[in-house]
């Protein structure tokens, strides 16, 4: 069975969020199970393509309107990352440093999304399925059935994946132009309120829908930024798939990124050893227990919350610990961020922007990890925090729900909260801390959450158990 993944994102060649630990892993674990699965994507201006190998192995052209542009496809020579990958290379497009926040950004995909489509007639690829993933890519089920250019390709299955259906890639109707020949009539395909919605049109056109977690597609019926009447009517071809993990990468026994590797065993010991690392670092006293944050500062992740979160507990409450933040995004919670600092710079520390390797380190060290989500599709923050024995602190929603036991319940492992709430964090993480003070208790958490098994494998299974009802 041949698949091809079709992202924006994919690690370690552009991360910005768990978008790209998904490209990065699920493939290779397809591959295990037998998919000759591989992946197609941006080129990008980055660490990864500079310092690999690549061969050119086709190119082309196409207009998109009146410009007139010029593709290569390249694919990495070493097959390093487990599955074959492929970067479309569009010079004045697709050859930039950052993934997002350009402000052609619908042109952008819409290049990707033709030369791909390009490149798989003149090359007369034929994959049997298409795995598109996230709103940058959800015009290919349309235009693999309704584009005049494509028609040899209406057959080819398509599932679609929503990892985040906050962001739909709306473009006004004056970009209609820029897209391959279609029939017009379709146009209520794309539309969505007046605008093109690839988001809507994905879900409209797909074979099938998948969600990044069971609890994320139940949400999306009731809340989905608008869409919520749209995924409730095409239900019949919804499905939910959890994330997993790659552990050969996320893993303390083998973790190259972090101070000192642990397993079941020596989890205390070692756990320690990276706290007291982190803590020298950034003068922070590895005596006291350590709640960090990891992640994109949005309302989303209820990152607008943490600056008070943190006032409560270090002021009000006056909790004996320390605090540790690694993020980057928007302005005003940084500011925010920085205030709260500035009045207990003995108890916090903050990284602002992105760091892999430090957020290893952070998983490694801490001893909960504070997740006060509004919207959380799956999450997988909570599952490299269980990966490396830390307590994780979660507002129960989406895909933290489906994957966080509260320790109250029987055979509990972590912490859950209602509400994205001040109120409701700082209680949690006051009963996390209470966990953490008590020696035996912590040891017997830590024991539940390393024996856990959150790895791809049973996940692959089920995407490709679902590729198979597709092809059949
Ligand atoms: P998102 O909604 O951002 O995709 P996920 O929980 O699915 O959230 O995935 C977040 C991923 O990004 C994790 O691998 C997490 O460790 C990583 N991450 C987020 N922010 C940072 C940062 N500032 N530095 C390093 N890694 C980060």
Redesign the pocket.
């Known amino acids: 069975m041949k698949v091809i993944h079709l992202s924006v994102e994919c690690f370690p060649i552009a991360?910005?969020?768990?978008?790209a630990?998904v490209l990065g892993a699920l493939p290779k674990y397809q591959r295990k199970l037998g998919i000759d699965a591989s992946v197609v994507m941006p080129w990008y201006d980055r660490k990864f393509t500079q310092e690999n190998e690549f061969d050119s192995i086709a190119s082309g052209s196409f207009y998109q309107g009146s410009e007139l542009l010029q593709y290569e496809v390249l694919k990495e020579a070493n097959d390093q990352l487990g599955f074959p990958l492929y970067l479309i290379r569009i010079p004045g497009k697709l050859d930039r440093e950052e993934v997002y926040c350009y402000p052609d950004e619908a042109d952008q995909w819409l290049s990707f999304q033709h030369a791909f489509l390009h490149w798989l007639k003149a090359d007369q690829l034929t994959p049997d399925l298409i795995n598109c993933h996230d709103h940058h890519v959800g015009l290919v089920p349309f235009l693999l059935k309704y584009s005049h250019e494509f028609q040899q390709f209406a057959h080819v299955k398509t599932l679609f994946t929503v990892?985040?259906g906050q962001y739909q890639g709306w473009m006004n109707w004056n970009k209609g132009i820029l897209l391959p020949g279609f029939d017009t009539w379709r146009w209520g395909l794309l539309d969505w309120d007046g605008l093109i919605n690839p988001m809507a049109a994905a879900v409209k056109c797909c074979d099938a829908f998948s969600t990044v977690s069971e609890g994320y597609l139940k949400e999306l019926y009731v809340d989905a930024n608008g869409l919520q009447s749209l995924f409730e009517s095409e239900s019949q071809k919804g499905y939910g798939i959890v994330n997993g993990i790659d552990t050969d990468y996320w893993n303390p026994q083998v973790d190259t990124l972090i101070d000192a590797n642990y397993d079941l065993n020596t989890v205390s010991k070692g756990k320690l050893k990276n706290k007291k690392a982190l803590c020298k670092k950034y003068k922070l006293d590895a005596s006291l227990p350590l709640m960090s944050f990891?992640?994109?500062f949005a309302t989303?992740?209820g990152a607008e919350l943490l600056a008070e979160i943190i006032d409560q507990l270090l002021g009000k409450v006056k909790a004996k610990m320390i605090i540790f933040i690694?993020?980057?995004g928007d302005q005003n919670i940084q500011s925010d961020l920085q205030q709260v600092l500035e009045k207990y710079p003995k108890q916090i520390a903050v990284y602002f922007?992105?760091?892999?390797s430090?957020?290893h380190q952070v998983y490694a060290a801490t001893d909960m990890l504070l997740m006060p989500s509004r919207v959380?599709?799956?999450?997988?923050?909570q599952l490299?925090a269980l990966q490396y024995g830390t307590i994780p602190v979660v507002r129960g929603i989406g895909g933290l729900k489906d994957t966080v036991i509260d320790v109250q319940e029987p055979g509990g492992y972590g912490i859950v909260f209602p509400e994205a709430r001040v109120e409701d964090a700082v209680e949690g993480v006051m009963r996390a801390l209470e966990i953490v003070n008590q020696g035996d208790l912590l040891l017997e958490i830590r024991d539940r959450e390393m024996k856990l098994d959150f790895s791809w494998h049973k996940s692959a299974q089920k995407y490709l158990d679902l590729y198979t009802k597709l092809l059949n």
């Open positions: 991360k910005v969020g768990g978008l630990d990892h985040n990891i992640g994109r989303e992740k690694l993020g980057s922007g992105y760091n892999e430090l957020a959380e599709p799956c999450g997988l923050n490299y």
